[in-house]
């Protein structure tokens, strides 16, 4: 069992730029790849960032590409999302999941945190 908490989120003007942690505690952290999806009222669940258990590969989703950068940070059991240049159309819950690939698809994901809201004002 792998518990994920997700924190950083807040309130930020367009432009701006937010970091989001999500700190994971239970299995081993390591073997897990990890990912960052979002959504926003009334839409579907969307995959922002995804990052390998080993060779920390990423991946991202079209719409975050050029601004948002995953990372990870074993020792610490904790990955993280960096997002520039905010856009009000980010605004969402971001939540942070652990699986065995670092897949776009959130069925490849076994834990979830509880989310953390995101907002970008115009």
């Known amino acids: 069992q792998v518990q994920l908490v997700e924190s950083g989120g807040g309130l930020v003007q367009a432009g701006g730029s937010l970091r989001l942690s999500c700190a994971a505690s239970?299995?081993?952290?390591?073997?897990?790849?990890m990912g960052w999806f979002r959504q926003a009222p009334g839409k579907e669940r969307e995959f922002v960032a995804s990052i390998t258990w080993s060779s920390g590969i990423t991946y991202y989703g079209d719409s975050v590409k050029g601004r948002f950068t995953i990372s990870r940070d074993n020792a610490k059991n904790t990955v993280y999302l960096q997002m520039n240049s905010l856009k009000p159309e980010d605004t969402a819950v971001y939540f942070c999941?652990?699986?065995?690939?670092?897949?776009?698809?959130?069925?490849?994901?076994?834990?979830w945190g509880q989310g953390t809201q995101v907002t970008v004002s115009s």
């Open positions: 999941a652990a699986g065995r690939w670092a897949d776009s698809q959130g069925s490849s994901y076994d834990y």
């Open positions: 239970g299995r081993t952290f390591s073997q897990y790849a």
